[in-house]
Nanobody, 116 residues
Framework: VQLVESGGGLVQAGGSLRLSCAAS????????MAWYRQAPGKQRELVAAITSAGSVLKYADSVKGRFTISRDNAKNTMYLQMNSLKPEDTAVYYCNARTPSSTSIWGQGTQVTVSS
């Protein structure tokens, strides 16, 4: 499985972006998925997670009510809709897949920059 993120960019505070994570292979529907982010000088943190069937597992407290995680197993794609963006949301956002055997797979990341 390979993961490719897209949709990052520069946006003003209060704006929106939608990130996508496209997966190769035919096992996407078996994997739990998540979005993580890492800001400069900080540890990578979990943003949101979703089960293989599409049930939301968790949102970070800092994004609850603003971000929505979803997936389309027919398209092998996961999404992160980000609304009401804040400068503190600036980070590299990473897609993660967790296989049934607990192997963790990462994408290369996409930069999100929110200007004040």
């Amino acid at each position: 499985v390979q993961l490719v993120e897209s949709g990052g960019g520069l946006v003003q505070a209060g704006g929106s972006l939608r990130l996508s994570c496209a997966a190769s292979g035919n096992t996407f529907g078996s994997n739990a998925m998540a979005w993580y982010r890492q800001a400069p000088g900080k540890q990578r943190e979990l943003v949101a997670a979703i089960t293989s069937a599409g049930s939301v597992l968790k949102y970070a407290d800092s994004v609850k009510g603003r971000f929505t995680i979803s997936r389309d197993n027919a398209k092998n794609t996961m999404y992160l809709q980000m609304n009401s963006l804040k400068p503190e949301d600036t980070a590299v956002y990473y897609c993660n897949a967790r296989t049934p055997s607990s192997t963790s797979i990462w994408g290369q990341g996409t930069q999100v920059t929110v200007s004040s």
